[in-house]
């Protein structure tokens, strides 16, 4: 239901100007009904100017007449065809000043942990533009050596609930296309709350990867030692006495 504009200002107004209930007020102009009670004791929009939604177009006195006549009907707010589709008006997502030098490094991370995201999806969660992605997936960013990819859920920069949702948006797009997700991108389309209550799976070092099946032949019984090798034997040193005499040989005056 569209909500009136300047709604705490509306709501000091008709609480000053009618009799219509907290709880309708509430209703229309999107507040909790303690908030209107707290306005009629003065104990809330201290100083606020109330605003006429009459004139400003946007109530019908019929429908503060039929309010005060009954506390159970809902006031509707008029019809303005000069507001129709307003709420669909697309353009990127304002980001906050105190934020927005965090933006990079959101893109950094989308850009790193979900490829399948084309540079339009990413420009529509975190609110930036095409060329600014182009040159962080290029890696031609001019601060992309003090960049640090950051998940823009954790920096506020968007909602898990919209990440999912864009996520499973490109994945089925791929599929569609005919193109096949390794296991990492399937992962990726898990939940946070499944991902995080998943049991981690043993994964096999690198540095033995495909040795997993081999075994040694002959039982788990290892080689003893031969006793009847002696380090001599092993390296076929020469005796002492063979040396002598080939010395003896070649001597002159033998």
Known sequence: MAKPLMAKATAVWLVDNTTISFKQIADFVGMHELEIQGIADGDVATGVKGFDPVTNNQLTQDEIDKAEASPLYKLKLKFNAAAAGEEKRRGPRYTPLSKRQDRPNSILWLVKFHPELSDAQIAKLVGTTKPTI?????RTHWNISNMQPIDPVALGLCKQSELDSIVQKAAAKKAAEGGVMNDDERRKLVSTEQSLGAEAEPKIPAGIEGLETFTLGGGNERPSADPMVDADSFFNL?????????????????
């Open 134 to 138: 182009q040159s962080i997936r290029e």
């Open 238 to 254: 020469p005796d002492a006495d063979d040396e002598d005499g080939e010395d003896n040989s070649d001597d002159p005056r033998g």
